[in-house]
């Protein structure tokens, strides 16, 4: 029997993924850096000078994601934004403009949750309310800058398994999400940027991104609503229960 074709129709600008492929053999949900680091007083955004709330109020709607992503098999990944404790990671611009703005704390300096995007610190963690499964069936990716494809394995791990298709979410909008979508794109996923289960610190900048996204008859991807998301994932999980199908 051929596999059942499920799309999230609602999606713009096309229903995605663009070929109705939806299925935990193909398509992978990666949520991007929700660390204490940027949703904690405390962090590195707030220690920026940010104020957190928009980080903090897409926490509900990533737990529904990934409880439904967990609960249908489909394949997650977690991303982590933090340098080696020796900052030999850190390129010199990167520190320098982390310290620019009048007041803030740069990269690897102390902060209330220990050094700021160092791993190992406490505010590196990811929070609790979206921490990665005990078992270790969520691989976390650590990432030095932006995007989780430079200079991690994650396209390797996602080959391997099959994915094509990428639903992304977590913060912030228009500097880790955007770069790991971007970079996605460049290595031929099929990407859905779930928009309002991400955040920026800045409304506007959240919402140009978005808008980027699905120009152009949605050139990096297709952007979508996480209950949407939800409910095609649980379309699926009821399909896979009908048939017995796996694929």
Known sequence: MASKKIQIRTAE???WPHDACF???TTAFIIIDMQRDFCEPGGYLSSQGYDISSTRAIIPALQALLQAFRTANFPIYHTREGH???LSTLPRRERYRSGVIPGSLPIGTHGPLGRLLVRGERGHAHIAELAPAEDGSEPVVDKPLRSAFAHTD???MLRVRGVKCLVIAGVTTDVCVKSTMTDANDHGYDCL???????????GLHEAVLKSVAGEGGIFGAVAEWKDVVEVVKSWEQYEHETGNCN
């Open 23 to 25: 299925s935990p053999s």
């Open 13 to 15: 600008p096309y229903a």
């Open 193 to 203: 940027l779930v928009g309002d289960a991400c955040a920026a610190a800045e409304k």
């Open 154 to 156: 994650l396209d390797l």
């Open 84 to 86: 080696r404790p020796d």
